[in-house]
């Protein structure tokens, strides 16, 4: 279906830039990235990714003053983005109020919120934290045990990760993006690779689509399983957390199995998939998987069944319908607060015919509803699995159907939601570089599920959405 996602473009000047988000968005769209670039001719600009009903639209703004209108009041979740945009090219938001996201100035004062009354104090947490978990802070002003409002700072080991990309090749770009994160390696380099393919003209053929579409699925039952036990953990449920290990371990000797890698590294190239899929590997890891169902099924069922459980989740770091869109949720945790949002339902250069996303049956939003979710969306997970596994497989690739531009936009639905990869080509170098992954979006929802909450609850509700700090490193 080549040009079902034709990308288009439209530039503005900075007094138009505002009215473009308002006509999107009353078009019923959704801005799901903004980021700073600079154009050919050296001048500063600002670029919103935009899925319109009708298509994907990239709006390019140039700045010759660097000033550009804050759009935070008319889509609350580009806060991130536009401090980004400050802080790493030195974009200036008129009509916003933004503290340092990047930057870590020393005075708390120029960072934290202004928090005061009869009995507030604060409780630091991090940036160093016990066991193996990168490094975010997180300052609770609280009274009692009581959190009335928690600022999170993140980008401790900012790693200037698109920066390094920009300037090579897209093929020598595509490792770069994969190392944003392990967990999410997949997600990352689909998104990339979509982006560089869509710039290209390029579309996939049926190979690639089921080949890549397995991968993101291996991804998403890992991950999954993984942060099923971390719930466990963060309630002491041992057996829970021992168990959902076990099951993480061994999603991950069928992923090492398949392709060697246990985070899979080196899965996904630009225009190809390469990958050596022996018959007798693909029996097996379909053998396996459906042991691991049986198990992993039986397990989730009692996680959803145990009282204490259910009791120690209900009505925690709960994060409202209305809450979750104006933060812009993505993923499981936006499902569990009922947004229907799923990029698979809309993924023709994926292997997702017909695909409609599951949800709980009670999505209030709260922990109990994000370990639900995981639960119910694992079986969609291994019931594609085994269609893809059952299925061909083998090399594929992608075939120029279109005329080149120099932009692309990739969009995936990874393990913690949407992630969107923009890029922009010179030739065959990548010029433009910007990753915007779920744990972006959702990290300020976590702040905000936890206002109202207990200080002893906070690991519980950062379990629940079990994001990554390297995303945001990235």
């Avoid at 083998?394 to 923009?422: D, I, K």
Wanted: with cysteine; proline share 6%; charged share 25%.
């Amino acid at each position: 279906m080549p040009g079902v996602d034709a990308l288009r473009v439209t530039t503005v000047g900075p007094w138009g830039l505002r009215g473009e988000v308002e006509d999107a968005l009353a078009a019923g769209g959704v801005v799901e990235a903004l980021f700073a670039a600079h154009g050919a001719d050296g001048v500063a600009e600002v670029r919103c990714v935009v899925a319109l009903p009708d298509g994907p639209l990239l709006v390019r703004c140039p700045l010759p003053a660097g000033v550009a209108p804050s759009v935070v009041d008319l889509v609350p979740a580009l806060d991130w983005d536009e401090r980004e945009a400050h802080d790493l090219h030195g974009v200036t938001f008129e009509g916003g109020v933004h503290r340092p996201l990047v930057d870590h100035p020393e005075d708390p004062a120029a960072w934290m919120t202004p928090v005061a009354g009869t009995d507030v104090h604060q409780v630091a947490v991090g940036p160093i934290h016990a066991g193996v978990i990168e490094s975010g802070h997180f300052r609770f002003h609280a009274v009692g045990e009581r959190i009335l409002h928690v600022d999170a700072r993140l980008f401790h080991k900012h790693r200037g990760l698109e920066r390094a990309a920009e300037g090579r090749a897209a093929p020598d770009a595509l490792p770069v993006v994969q190392r944003a994160c392990a967990a999410c390696a997949v997600a990352n380099t689909v998104a990339f690779a979509e982006a560089v393919e869509q710039a290209r003209g390029m579309w996939p053929d049926e190979p690639m689509r089921r080949a890549r579409t397995l991968l993101l699925e291996l991804e998403r039952l890992y991950n999954h399983l993984n942060d099923l036990g971390q719930i466990c953990a963060g309630v002491g449920l041992a057996p829970g957390a021992m168990a959902f290990a076990g099951f993480k371990e061994r999603a991950q000797r069928v992923v090492h199995g398949l392709v060697g890698h246990r985070f899979l590294f080196g899965s996904v190239a630009v225009g190809a998939s390469d990958l050596p899929l022996p018959a007798a590997a693909v029996a097996a890891a379909r053998r396996d998987l459906a042991d691991l169902r049986a198990d992993a099924t039986r397990a989730g069922r009692s996680l959803l069944l145990d009282a204490a459980l259910r009791d120690r989740t209900r009505g925690t770091g709960v994060v409202s319908r209305d809450e979750a869109r104006r933060l812009g949720m993505v993923g499981p945790a936006a499902r569990a607060s009922g947004l229907a949002g799923d990029v698979r339902e809309g993924s023709p250069r994926l292997w997702y015919a017909g695909f409609r996303a599951a949800s709980p049956e009670d999505p209030a939003g709260d922990v109990a509803a994000r370990v639900e979710v995981r639960v119910v969306e694992l079986r969609q997970t291994f019931d594609l699995l085994d269609d893809l596994l059952s299925g061909p497989l083998g090399p594929g690739g992608a075939t120029v159907a279109g005329s080149p531009r120099a932009h692309g936009v990739g969009r995936v639905e990874g393990a913690r939601g949407r992630t969107v990869c923009a890029v922009e080509l010179d030739g065959d170098v990548a010029r433009r570089v910007h990753l915007r992954t779920g744990s972006y979006a959702n990290w300020p929802a976590v702040a905000r599920a936890a206002a109202g909450a207990t200080l002893p609850d906070f690991p519980l509700i950062n379990k629940s959405f079990e994001l990554c700090y390297a995303c945001v490193d990235r």
